[in-house]
């Protein structure tokens, strides 16, 4: 059975300091990497996908996979009040839609 | 506008009381899901599909049933609902490798 592992929290951040998220995962076949945005109440939201081993940068966020240690990360620049909410890390088998999530970071900046 | 439909957003039932919630998209997608999603356990799949009359069972499909006739709708039965299956549902689209999953607003079921 394929796990995804994320600290559930809650984290909290200062207004304006760097949020940093983790996610291991135990499938090495796992190809596709993705990080969700879950506010309370709502619908999940892609931030950011990533394939490659090293970092890819969108804006405020920064994702890094380490493919030889199974790690994912999300970096979030300069938190805001409204990026408080639950992160998702999911990932995707290659030739393979299903997506296996991670149960969720909750995430609080502190103004 | 693009996107997701569930309904209904809330429901109240009883069990043994046979339901349905609808799930329906605009975007020509050919995957679609179900999730449920529970406190501590997080997203976990009931049921996917790949195109119409193509689906197969997620990870949790005991007590579910779904079908798939046209590519724009996956409904999600559950013929005799149980307290276990309270939990907030959703369902979500895509196109086939893509890098983006859609979801719908969820559907938040209790069954009494």
């Known amino acids: 059975q394929k796990e995804v592992e994320q600290n559930s929290g809650p984290l909290s951040v200062p207004e304006g300091a760097i949020a940093s998220l983790n996610c291991t995962y135990s499938d090495r076949g796992s190809q596709s990497f993705f990080w969700y945005r879950q506010y309370s109440g709502k619908s999940p939201e892609l931030i950011m996908f990533?394939?490659?081993?090293g970092d890819k940068e969108d804006g405020r966020f920064t994702a890094q996979l380490n493919k030889a240690s199974q790690y994912v990360s999300l970096l979030i620049r300069d938190s805001q009040p409204s990026d408080s909410a639950t992160y998702l890390c999911?990932?995707?088998?290659?030739?393979?839609?299903?997506?296996?999530f991670g149960t969720g970071t909750r995430l609080t900046i502190i103004p | 506008e693009a996107q997701v439909t569930q309904n209904p957003r809330y429901l109240i039932t009883v069990t043994g009381k046979k339901l349905t919630v609808t799930c329906s998209q605009n975007?020509?997608?050919?995957?679609m899901s179900w999730y449920r999603q529970d406190p501590g356990l997080g997203l976990r799949q009931i049921y996917y599909?790949?195109?119409?009359?193509?689906?197969d069972k997620g990870d949790v499909p005991e007590g579910y049933k779904v079908s798939r006739k046209e590519k724009r709708n996956f409904p999600l039965i559950l013929e005799s609902p149980s307290p276990n299956q309270t939990s907030l549902y959703f369902c979500a689209s895509s196109t086939l490798k893509a890098s983006e999953q859609f979801f719908g607003p969820g559907t938040r079921l209790t069954v009494l």
């Open positions: 975007m020509n997608h050919e995957y």
């Open positions: 999911a990932v995707k088998d290659f030739g393979n839609e299903k997506l296996t």
């Open positions: 599909s790949m195109n119409v009359e193509v689906t």
């Open positions: 990533i394939y490659s081993n």
